[in-house]
């Protein structure tokens, strides 16, 4: 794929995603809707790099992105 059809879906899916939690900030604290923001960033990242550039999907890189949504969800569960 070209440079510029990376770029515009990396700006189509800021868009969105800023757009997202601006609007989740009206029902959440910010101090829950950023770190929940955040991390659902960064397990996706991880993911879309096992599954679409052959990054290792050790043991440890599992446990700790498990361990990483069990936090995400335990954070949106007591706010």
């Known amino acids: 794929m070209e440079w510029w059809t990376w770029m515009g879906g990396f700006l189509a899916f800021t868009f969105v995603s800023m757009a997202l939690l601006a609007k989740v900030t009206h029902t959440l604290l910010l101090g829950t809707a950023y770190p929940v923001w955040t991390g ?3 397990v996706g990242t ?4 096992i599954f679409f550039f052959d990054e ?3 043991f440890w890189r599992l446990f700790f992105i498990t361990t990483l949504i069990a936090s995400i969800v335990g ?3 007591l706010s």
């Open 40 to 42: 659902i960033g960064a």
């Open 75 to 77: 954070l949106k569960a």
């Open 46 to 49: 991880v993911l879309v790099g």
């Open 56 to 58: 290792p999907a050790t």
